[in-house]
């Protein structure tokens, strides 16, 4: 069975589909099956992909569905759960029904934090949820966050500074989660591939793809190392 991976923010427009969608490019590119889906009524991973077909830009290696309601998610993780190396779930970026099912399919929970007291709020009650669902069902699905949007100026706010402290209250109040060392800059690419140009490893390689390809290395290789450390801990 593949491992399935949710991005969850309980505001919207925090960055769920940018992250997806450049996760999924950079497994993809690594020889992983990927297969996205789109749990938010919103859409916007789906029209991503609308917009790739008509374009003709497909990735390769991914594959994109859709679950509006927790029977067909579920219906969806038993289907294709086998076929696919990574199934990554973009979901609604309010608390629900659907949200609670997302996480309790995923072993790896992923927050977008952007520089904004509302963003790390959101983040924070991503935490709690996952660690209600950890307790009520015994289970241990990993929760980690990571800063998006971030401009060198932006560094300089009292919200920036706060991400890091803020998490770190969390941990003191044992909560299982982490913050990512790596973060996704504020890059006019990132919006780019939204408009139907397919994942940001198809770009024509330009000093600021390159850029931006370095950095989405470095965060797919950091989830990673992160949840093979956490998948020792447990079999420790």
């Known amino acids: 069975m593949g491992r399935i991976y949710a991005a969850v923010s309980n505001k919207g427009g925090a960055g769920k589909t940018t992250l997806v969608t450049l996760m999924a490019g950079e497994y993809a590119l690594r020889g992983e099956r990927v297969l996205l889906i789109d749990a938010d009524s919103r859409q916007n991973l789906s029209g991503w992909w609308r917009l790739c077909q008509n374009k003709t830009n497909i990735p390769a290696n991914i594959e994109v569905t859709t679950a509006s309601a927790s029977r067909t998610l579920q219906s969806a993780v038993e289907r294709f759960a086998g076929a696919f190396d990574l199934i ?7 608390d629900s029904a659907l949200q609670t099912g997302i996480i309790r399919a995923a072993e790896l929970v992923i927050s977008p934090i952007q520089p904004a007291i509302k963003e790390i709020e959101a983040a924070g009650q991503a935490v709690a949820m996952v660690s209600q669902i ?3 069902f015994g289970s241990r699905i990993q929760h980690l966050s990571v800063r998006t949007r971030v401009t060198i100026p932006g560094r300089n706010l009292e919200a920036y500074r706060y991400i890091r402290p803020f998490v770190a209250g969390l941990r003191e109040a044992d909560y299982r989660t982490a913050l990512l060392e790596t973060e996704l800059f504020e890059r006019n690419v990132y919006r780019e591939i939204q408009n ?18 370095s950095e989405v290395q470095a965060l797919v290789s950091e989830i990673e190392e992160k949840r ?7 079999a420790a």
């Open 228 to 234: 093979s450390a956490h998948d020792r801990g447990i």
């Open 88 to 94: 990554i779930i973009d979901a609604p970026g309010v």
């Open 196 to 213: 139907g140009l397919g994942t940001l490893q198809m770009q024509e390689l330009t000093d600021r793809v390159r850029k931006a390809r």
């Open 134 to 136: 950890n307790d009520q």
